[in-house]
């Protein structure tokens, strides 16, 4: 399958500060990318779509000012959680998906908000 | 009700044992169907796309149902190292735009 990769793996903030996630397809171009949020024992919850080249869209519930959305070429995505707080902490995870749909996944952010 | 149900499980079955899992869909729009996996903490990884004609990918097997709306997987001789929660995805057209929906997941243990 395609390889997406996401950095950091890992990542302890201290409240109030900005955190970026990128998301790359390593060898495919992907004309769509999502970022997912998953809390401990709970199902995968989409926070927003991006294709290449236009504006994020925003799952309902979804704060685009405080998740900002970056999907600058079609092997990159980016995501800033600003100003950060402990409620914030979860695992991010981002998919690149090309014409046929198929999402291959990132092995996932962990962001521990202090 | 929800635009894509599963089963939460957890389904407990023995090393050997077949376990098929069904997946329920809302929307008659939908077009394709995914099987994802994901083990505990890390990402969901791609299964198997379901097919109209239904697939098989060794003791995999997908189908698709579109008069009933739902999609099924069936793991025969299960093995431990199956354990793990299985996702349904389900990609319909929504209003011109795409739209992907999955599902809270099935757990599925297999004991020894």
């Known amino acids: 399958g395609a390889v997406v990769s996401q950095h950091p793996s890992w990542v302890i903030c201290k409240s109030g500060t900005s955190v970026k996630i990128e998301c790359r397809s390593l060898?495919?171009?992907?004309?769509?990318m999502f970022w997912y949020r998953q809390f401990p024992k709970q199902s995968l919850m989409l926070m927003a779509t991006?294709?290449?080249?236009?504006?994020?869209?925003?799952e309902q519930g979804v704060e685009k000012d405080k998740f900002l959305i970056n999907h600058a070429s079609l092997t990159l995505s980016t995501l800033t959680v600003t100003s950060a707080h402990p409620e914030d902490s979860s695992f991010y995870i981002c998919?690149?998906?090309?014409?046929?749909?198929?999402?291959?996944f990132g092995p996932g952010t962990r962001l521990t908000v202090t | 009700r929800k635009e894509v149900e599963q089963d939460p499980g957890p389904f407990n079955v023995p090393e050997g044992a077949t376990v098929a899992f069904n997946c329920t869909y809302s929307?008659?729009?939908?077009?394709?169907f995914f099987w994802y996996r994901q083990d505990c903490r890390k990402e969901p990884k791609l299964l198997m796309s379901?097919?109209?004609s239904g697939n098989e990918d060794g003791r995999f097997t997908a189908q698709l149902n579109r008069a009933s709306q739902y999609i099924s997987l069936l793991i025969r001789d299960s093995k431990l190292s199956d354990s793990a929660t299985y996702l349904c995805v389900v990609n319909f057209l929504y209003s011109s735009a795409s739209k992907i929906i999955f599902g809270s997941g099935t757990r599925l243990s297999i004991r020894p």
């Open positions: 929307n008659s729009a939908s077009q394709s």
């Open positions: 060898d495919f171009q992907a004309t769509t």
């Open positions: 998919s690149a998906a090309g014409r046929t749909y198929e999402q291959y």
């Open positions: 991006s294709n290449e080249g236009s504006k994020a869209t925003y």
């Open positions: 379901v097919y109209s």
